[in-house]
């Protein structure tokens, strides 16, 4: 089941007891193949706006420094 408490969404097992003013909710039906579309807000699950959607960024692996460093030793010829 699903349960809003205090603002935050959680997945409990069905026969768990609610938590003091936890309130079971549905979940939309494309919640799971898209999180990141819905927000908790006022004890509810609702879509976010388009332009509260974040797109995430990979990770870089290397700062641009460490990038500058390691070209810097490629053309020296110490790597």
Known sequence: MWVIHQDILLSMP???P?????????LPDDFLANPRAYKVEGGA????APT?????KPTPM????????VRAAIEKGVI
């Open 14 to 16: 069905d026969t768990a």
């Open 45 to 48: 699950i609702v879509k976010r």
């Open 52 to 56: 509260e959607i974040k797109t995430s």
């Open 18 to 26: 609610l938590p003091p003013n936890g309130k079971r909710v549905d």
């Open 62 to 69: 290397l700062t641009a420094d460490e990038v500058l460093r």
